[in-house]
């Protein structure tokens, strides 16, 4: 799954990519002080989507070394999710720096649509991936995670066995299912991008 979302996203890293799933089914299962949180990643074309939001209130990581802020640190992660129970979003560098928390999206999310009972927080990774080239990544209270791009829910995580029976899927195109481990993922049928490439080559 992570290999195909890249192909089909400019400057983005599987490795980074697969970190940033990690930590929020990490933050779905652990919630913070004994209650369910939500929060959001976006990963690459940051300097887009830096200029496409504004902090909600002084950035906590601002001033501190990219070394400390790696998302495959310890102490890092740990600490994005005690920053995760701050409103707002975090923004990740294509090679895999948490470069800002706590930040507000400005993007246009006119003419977005989403299924119902999908709130703010989603709309505003649409909003965000429809109006740069970066994937957003979003912890619903409800602990699933969910992936977009362009615009578009691409892949939903389900963390937990039992809420398979609880939960619909979201997705509005053809999509695989598969298992990682204990995670269930749910995942759009990404276009081959050798295949796209020779059909438009051959128009």
Known sequence: MFESICKMTPGCETAVLEQTVQLAVEIAREGREGRKIGTMFTLGDEEAVLRESRPLILDPLQGHGRELKRIDDFNMRETAKEL?????????????????????????STGISLPLGLGARHMAAAAITRATKAVAVVVSESSVVRVFSQGQIIAEIIPEVWMLARESIHLDRPYVESKMGDLHIVACELPDRAKEDKKNSSQ
């Not at 129970?85 to 400005?106: E, H, K």
């Open 84 to 108: 995760a129970q701050l409103d707002g979003a975090f923004v990740i560098s294509a090679d895999g720096t948490l470069l800002s928390a706590a930040r507000y999206f400005n993007a246009d």
